[in-house]
């Protein structure tokens, strides 16, 4: 079955796992076992491994052999530890049977509590506390068994909840008796009966393996499928069951739960932050239907709990040197942890947290910037509410999740789906949002709920995503049925705009302005610190003077892609080319090339200009010339007559540029072969624009990129040109500039032969999109139909687009390097495809050895963290 035992106990001084056994025993499961052998108050339990639930699905959905017995076994441990009994009707044994995978998926997977109630053991329960509190748990354990097992959705017994409570006039469920509970009970098992057509099983172990087997099934539930894509957890790995001794609390006014941060996970602040409520269950407070009371008060109520709270907040944080996320249930005044765990945060807490932890010599520099997920660091980029301008605010709920969104109004996850794909921004408002919203959650630019706290299904989830999000504004009523909320009197309908502030909780109307970030204070220092450590170079991809600011100010070293056919679809700049493409002979193009050279050579001056001291990679025209002519009708009537030519002579036109794979056709150096003046004007412009800044005393460096070579004749062919440009420019000039030409490794082929190009090129870009496409033969427009099928079934693990495929894709690159460099030592070699921006592809770069990658500007910092990441695990590892 497995290479380990199946099953590891924790219980005082009997204590089987610990916390670097995660992969074993799950997050919570390892840290269950940690917490105990630390003397700390846990509830005992067992674990039952990761690879149990592996081989379950090995196994077609069978328990592997063995197990069955191995579980009996553990609750006769757990009898022995607890002095209670499994199914008896004395001092009754409860269970709670919780997923735990070795990453933290909150809410993805199912949990079962108060399992072993039937209609015998509740009243042995009613004996030993109260009647209410017993059928209060019974009525939840039906109802979560109900659900998670049997697959009864769990709205059709809050309807019957709701019922009894509309019936008796009340609002709150814990304005419900003994008796509403105990009808409740039995409703609910005809409820389940009748769905399902099977008896509600009374019999405790039928109870406890039919839970175990759920929650092995969840591991594979849509929402948790989801999740594992959108933060590339691997769907192999499996998860763990923890099977726990029940505490309560929901015993009464002196019982209570919360969920607490040792640090604030929003801002970072070095404060015990949390929530909690008197007289209930844990998911009460993160199912946000009750608004709990924060930490703090709890200091009033309890203060024997609250003080010992805070002494294992001190122990946790000296223990993890990490800020952690605790679960914990008061029964009867005595406090039990019931979970902790590496905290979810935003960015700037994550980056605040780091720095400040250096400061209080609990961790390194190194462990600092290994402890910030370098994709979070995005969020820090992008925009915050601008204060200087009026802010109509509607309402103000909590600060779950800073940032700032402005969208338009969508009521359903499915519709924020919807509306996202087709270019919409959309803010997600629900009362609650739950597990199964996770695909909307993804989709919307930030998320508001009437309902919930600062630990929330929505405030946690969207944390974790880096999503702007309001919880918990209590004046917002929804009317699903309408499509539109109401804000004291007013009404906002569908595909109305709002906008969130998630750092002050307020909702505004309409669609606010926002103002661009600023890298200063932790984030600066963080940064500063991998910039220390990090040998791989970053620069970013930028065709506009103002991308290459916001990359220089987001620390590139350079531009590593300039695509010089973005510049002209300008409204001046346009039809020039299409003059250009439309003449007949040589002479006519180049008089179009002529009225374009000016346009070139001020988009080349601003660049340089902006760029000064470091390398810019231009790269000449790319794509294929049908992409600048129109194709409607309308549209070419209209180019027609703005060139006195023909409709008939321009739809011969664009019909002798179709191409059956234009992609594979004629572009790039290509057309520069076939038409050299287009290359030699954009050289041309190229060196006109660099000797203007030379003479104005302005330091550049122009690198020429040639693009899709494939062989080192084409190669030789097009820089004899580039370079005779130049020297003709410098020589009129009277200047001297520093340059160079390379290319754009991009066709499988050039990586291959890059012993032979590498005698003409002085530098290598690999375009990983254009390699990526060609070595697996996928076009990426249109991949994206099936890829999604691909990921599913596990045929592939991520989008190749997104991560560089470094097992095919990845061994192209590094061949090109190996043998590129056997010919010319010294040449430099980067990437500048979309992988760029991505952590673990830049991982891969460095150990590839390039010189730098290059990316978008707001990938920036993300590729100057991961590459630091890179180095360090590079030295842990010599």
Known sequence: ??????????????????????????????????????????????????????????????????????????????????????????????????????????????????????DETVEALAKEANPRFAYDSYRRFVQMYGNVVLGVPSEE?????????????????????????????????????????????????????????????????????????????????????NVQTMVFGNLGPTSGTGVAFTRDPA??????????????????????????????????VNPKAYEQLEEIRKILEHHYKDMMDIEFTIQDGELYMLQCRSGKRTALAAVTIAVDMVKEGLIDKETAIMRVDPEQIEQLLHPTVDPNQELDVLTKGLPASPGAAVGRIVFTADEAEEWAARGEKVILVRNETSPEDIG?????????????????????????????????????????????MTVKGRTFKEGDWISLNGSTGEVYAGAVKLQQAELSGAFGELMSWADEIRTLKVRTNADTPRDAETARRFGAEGIGLCRTEHMFFGENRILAVREM???????????????????????????????????????????????FLPHEAAAQEEVAKEMGKSVEEIRAKVESLKEFNPMLGHRGCRLGITY?????????????????????????????????????????????????????????????????????IEVPRAAVVADEIAKEAEFFSFGTNDLTQMTY?????????FLNDYREKGILRFDPFQTLDQQGVGQLVQLGVERGRKTRPDLKVGICGEHGGDPDSVKFCHRTGLDYVSCSPYRVPVARLAAAQARIEEKGQS
């Open 1 to 118: 079955m497995t290479t380990r035992k199946s099953i590891y106990f924790f219980a005082r001084g009997q204590t089987e796992g610990r916390a670097d056994m995660k992969n074993l025993l799950g997050g919570k499961g390892a840290n269950l076992a940690e917490m105990t052998s630390l003397g700390i108050p846990v509830p005992p339990g067992f674990t039952i491994t990761t690879e149990v639930c592996t081989a379950y699905y090995a196994n077609g959905g069978r328990w592997p052999e063995g197990l069955d017995e191995e579980v009996r076994a553990a609750i006769r441990r757990l009898e022995e530890v607890t002095g209670r009994g499994f199914g008896k009707t004395e001092k009754p044994l409860l269970l709670a049977v919780r997923s735990g995978a070795r990453v933290s998926m909150p809410g993805m997977m199912d949990t079962i509590l108060n399992l072993g109630l039937n």
């Open 157 to 241: 017994y809050e309807k019957l909840i709701d019922e009894v409570k509309a019936r008796k006039g009340v609002e709150l469920d814990t304005d419900l008796t003994a008796e509403d509970w105990k009808e409740l009970v039995q409703r609910f098992k005809q409820l389940t009966e009748e769905r399902t057509g099977k008896t509600f099983p009374t019999d405790p172990e039928e109870q406890l393996f039919g839970a175990i087997t759920a929650v092995f099934d969840s591991w594979n539930n849509p929402r948790a499928i989801r999740y594992r894509e959108l933060n590339k957890i691997p769907g192999d790995w499996g998860t763990a069951v």
């Open 267 to 300: 801002t970072g602040a070095n404060v015990f932050y949390g929530e909690y409520l008197m007289n209930a269950q844990g998911e009460d407070v993160v199912a946000g239907i009750r608004t709990p009371e924060p930490i703090s008060k709890l200091k009033e």
């Open 440 to 484: 909307g959650m993804d989709a919307a630019e930030g998320i508001l709920t009437a309902r919930g706290g600062m630990t929330s299904h929505a405030a946690v989830v969207a944390r974790g995503m880096g999503k702007c999000c309001v919880a918990g504004a209590g004046e917002i009523r929804i009317d699903f049925e309408k499509k539109e």
């Open 581 to 627: 493409i439309l003449a007949d002979d040589e002479e006519g193009r180049r008089k179009a090339l002529a009225k374009l050279l000016p346009y070139q050579r001020d988009d080349f001056y601003a660049i340089l200009k902006t760029m000064e001291g470091l390398p810019v990679t231009i790269r000449l025209l790319d794509p294929p010339l049908h992409e």
């Open 676 to 744: 050299p003046e287009i290359y030699e004007m954009q050289a041309q412009a190229i060196f006109e624009a660099a000797a203007q800044l030379a003479k104005e005393g302005i330091e550049v460096h122009p690198e020429v990129m040639i693009p899709l070579v494939g062989t080192v004749e084409e190669l030789a062919f097009l820089k004899a040109r580039v370079e005779q440009v130049a020297k003709d420019v410098m020589a009129k000039a009277g200047v001297e500039i520093p340059f160079s030409v390379g290319t754009m």
């Open 777 to 785: 033969g996928f076009s990426r427009d249109d991949a994206g139909t």
